[in-house]
């Protein structure tokens, strides 16, 4: 402890806005990245995510004429690519809902900088994930009439609500309503701020249009504030709703391997494990591209890797525990499956997930790594690497061998399988990067409020709110 104190470069409460930005600053920084040319940096992004869009688009319309048979799916392995897509993108879609609203209302400031992309990487992986629940009925115009209550006596049928499948529906789809309100709500005052500096009439009018006839008064600001702090209340048990009811899409089965009770907090920590990984890689990219270093400071990125590595070791308890429970039950089914997934045909991919997700956190423990951005945009890549093997090992070890050894198989994607994702990311990447481009990627005005505290604290003092 004795050389904490003594090292300089361990600062007990490093600020939150570094660089001696000003309000006006903190204002010409986030409006100069909508008002400016965008950067090489950004058009580099954009010439590989842009390709990689049109290769989903294809895949798709390649599935939609020819049929859900050029997915790989077949028995044993009828759930397979998709699903451990579709749980993936909705696991990462957990980072930014908590950042805004369960750090919002446990007052911690360093959600500010990084809380509003973070919102936007929900909303987009959201879409993403909802590809995949769309285009495996195969008649995605139809889905609508399969997924939602809807009459359809035209096809015969009526949606099981006792199956969890439907309860994954309405789960996901009021979780991304909730997370674009919140989204759009505080967004607001910064869009009537890009409305005020807007130099053309097309600007003027969009921005104005957006930001609702914004003008900051005292009134508005309370009813903004109200909202806000509703919105984050009605969010934050979707957070933890939400993962819970697709861990139930496995976890109600009787199946060895899915049948299990820790299902919905293993889900949940895995996925803000993954979701936290994912917001690592855009900020430290984001920071790159436009030269955020003085909003986006080292100590919300490590923060996040701390968030990351206590994450990461309830994952990795959670591996542990299922492997112990299935040799406590003594289920002969139960020992099978797991021993399978450790030592059968896929223990490549069972390694590769416990390597990228338990043994690459614990680097976290170091602050060298914890403060190093090539460190930490590597490892943030191997946790999202192993939480998709998380997902694969679960689903497909737990179906290709069941009772029956005579019906034993091994999943392997297609071209489509494997297109279609790749795909995800072009169209999940393609969306960011606009979002960046013409939404006010931080929040000026919460900005400024950590900045007006951090100015009026004494140096070195925890700030009003408790946000160290």
């Known amino acids: 402890m004795a050389d904490l104190a003594l090292d300089p470069r361990m600062e007990l409460n490093p600020p939150l806005v570094t660089g001696g930005m000003t309000y006006s600053d903190v204002t010409d920084k986030v409006s100069s990245i909508v008002e400016g040319k965008a950067p090489k940096q950004w058009w ?7 390709p990689l869009a049109g290769l989903l688009f294809f895949c798709l319309a390649y599935l939609v004429a020819t049929g859900i048979g050029v997915w790989g799916n077949n028995s044993p392995v009828g759930w397979g690519w998709d699903i451990t897509n579709f749980v993936w993108w909705i696991g990462i879609g957990h980072a930014g809902t908590l950042i805004s609203a369960i750090l919002f209302l446990f007052r911690q400031k360093w959600r500010t900088s990084i809380n509003r992309a973070a919102e936007a990487m929900t909303l987009f992986a959201v879409a993403c994930a909802a590809i995949y629940p769309l285009f495996h009925t195969g008649r995605p115009w139809r889905a609508a009439y399969w997924l939602f209550p809807l009459p359809n006596e035209f096809l015969h049928m009526w949606q099981n609500f006792r199956s969890p499948l439907m309860w994954d529906v309405f789960a996901v789809s ?28 097309i600007r003027k009018t969009i921005y104005g249009l957006l930001s609702l006839g914004w003008r900051g008064s005292a009134s508005q ?13 009605l969010s934050t048990p979707l957070v933890l709703s939400v993962h ?15 049948h299990t009770t820790i299902f919905p907090p293993y889900f949940v920590a895995g996925a803000v494990f993954s979701g936290f990984a994912m917001v690592v890689t855009l900020m430290t990219l984001a920071r790159w591209i436009y030269g955020l270093e003085n909003l986006i400071t080292m100590k919300h990125l490590e923060n996040m890797c701390k968030v990351m590595l206590a994450t990461g070791m309830i994952v990795g308890f959670a591996y542990g525990t299922e492997f112990f429970i ?3 039950s003594a289920n002969q089914y139960e020992r099978f499956i797991f021993l399978n997934r450790a030592f059968g045909p896929y223990w490549w991919a069972y390694w590769s997930m416990i390597a990228c997700n338990v043994i690459a956190p614990q680097f976290f423990w170091f602050r060298k790594f914890r403060t190093s951005i090539p460190a930490m945009f590597i490892l943030s890549i191997f946790i999202n690497i192993g939480m998709w093997f998380e997902r694969f090992v679960i689903i497909a070890t737990s179906l290709h061998r069941d009772f029956l050894p005579s019906s034993w198989g091994y999943f392997s994607p297609t071209w489509v399988d494997i297109g279609t994702y790749l795909g995800t990311f072009g169209l999940f990447l393609t969306l960011f990067l606009l979002f960046l481009r013409f939404l006010p990627a931080i929040a000026i005005s919460e900005v400024k409020g950590v900045l007006h505290q951090q100015v009026s604290a004494p140096h070195g003092a925890p700030a009003h709110g408790g946000s160290h």
Not at 244 to 258: K, M, Q, R, Y
């Open 44 to 50: 580099i992004a954009m010439a590989f995510a842009v």
């Open 174 to 201: 009021t979780y991304g309503t909730v997370s674009a309100l919140f989204w759009y709500v505080g967004l607001i005052p910064d869009l009537a701020t890009l409305r005020d500096r807007a130099t053309t009439p």
């Open 326 to 328: 299935a040799w406590y």
């Open 221 to 233: 600001w309370r009813h903004y504030e109200l909202a806000y702090l509703l919105l984050a209340g």
């Open 244 to 258: 819970s009811i697709v861990s139930f899409d496995f976890a109600t089965s009787l199946l060895p391997g899915w």
